[in-house]
């Protein structure tokens, strides 16, 4: 793929250079990109994510090879950097950073256990209450079981700690530092009691426990940004049951009826809570994208792949916006192909996950 599309682009022609990996794999099992293929291949694999809606960008993104810094505390820093260099002032840029590869036959030479790099922790009550991140309980007492003590005054927002693990060091807590991390107070532009709920959330959604693959070579920490949906923010985050629920506060603060789901109340509130992340991450220059405008940036993205005889691969489940109205969306009126061909980007494999296994195996398949 790589000569294909760009041409001759490096020292040796393509002959020479498939003459080259297959030693290396004969000698030593796997093979080690070079920075221009390894780049590329994280381009490609960010194109074919399936799930992604915001892929008209994927040519714009920034790859830091890191696969030298084997470390937790040098991978520490990297995180730290990275949170610094996707930040951008606010202008959010799209970052992947890549760590070792994973060892063939052996497994992940360092992994991040956290889902994302800024997470809010889930404190667990003795009553069974949770403050903060109901999602985020299981991580929050993972870190405490490994030592970490969290804030002596509890808070809904408190930053949850990284987990990081190397091949040659047990899983390690790492607190994220707070000059790092942008957040938003929420506000409303018309409702002047919505900055009293006390919501913010934070301007970078950083994935960080999915696998890479780029030409058979697994990175099991390699984690990635874009920037956020505002309903990733307002409807899922802050709106679901299972998260910070927020619906119904904020459907009581603007009176609604809540006794009847014919009053459409959650779409009213889900609405106003999207108004004001919009409103807010506008107001603080932070990059923030509504589901309308993005859909038509898809549609876009789908246009280019076609010109250049590709396939647009999409999850119409994933690619449609969470709130109420997602049938107004221009990506709601197709339908895409679901396949997830190499290079891409995966949810990280654990040996007890037997559905994971199932489609890698599958994937494994498809690609051989």
Not at 77 to 100: C, K, M, P, W
Not at 292 to 319: K, M, N, P, V
Request: with cysteine; hydrophobic share 40%.
């Amino acid at each position: 793929m790589y000569y294909a599309e760009r041409g001759y682009g490096g020292r040796v022609g393509l002959a020479e250079r498939q003459a080259e990996v297959l030693e290396e794999i004969t000698l030593t099992g796997s093979y080690r990109h070079t920075t221009e293929e390894l780049t590329f291949g994280a381009k490609v694999a960010w194109r074919q994510s399936a799930r992604c809606i915001g892929r008209v960008r994927w040519a714009g993104l920034r790859v830091r090879d890191r696969r030298d810094v084997t470390t937790v505390a040098g991978i520490a820093r990297e995180l730290v950097e990275h949170l610094e260099v996707a930040d951008n002032g606010g202008r959010i840029q799209s970052v992947l950073t890549v760590f070792a590869p994973d060892k063939p036959g052996v497994g992940p030479r360092a992994r991040i256990l956290n889902d994302q790099l800024i997470r809010y922790c889930g404190h667990r009550g003795a009553d069974g209450s949770v403050t903060g991140d109901p999602a985020q309980v299981e991580m929050t007492d993972t870190a405490i079981r490994l030592g970490w003590s969290p804030p002596a005054q509890r808070s809904r927002f408190d930053l949850l700690p990284w987990v990081i693990e190397t091949a040659a060091e047990d899983p390690v807590v790492v607190d994220v530092p707070r000059h790092a991390v942008r957040e938003v107070a929420l506000t409303h532009p018309e409702h002047l009691w919505f900055a009293e709920l006390g919501l913010r959330w934070h301007a970078l959604p950083v994935i960080s426990n999915m696998r890479l693959r780029i030409g058979g070579v697994d990175y099991s920490c390699a984690p990635f940004n874009g920037h956020y949906l505002s309903d990733e923010i307002g409807t899922r985050n802050l709106g679901d049951p299972g998260r910070y629920d927020q619906l119904g506060t904020v459907a009581a603060a603007l009176g609604l009826d809540t006794s009847r789901e014919t009053t459409l109340w959650r779409e009213h509130a889900v609405l106003v809570i999207n108004q004001a992340v919009l409103h807010s991450f506008g107001a603080a220059g932070v990059r923030v994208s509504d589901p309308h405008t993005e859909s038509e940036l898809f549609l876009r993205f789908c246009e280019q792949e076609a010109r250049a005889g590709r396939i647009a691969y999409g999850d119409w489940s994933w690619l449609n916006g969470s709130v109420g109205w997602a049938a107004l969306h221009a990506v709601h009126h197709r339908y895409y192909d679901e396949r997830e061909l190499p290079p891409n980007i995966w949810p990280t494999i654990r040996g007890d996950d037997r559905t994971l296994r199932a489609r890698h195996d599958a994937q494994q398949r498809l690609e051989d």
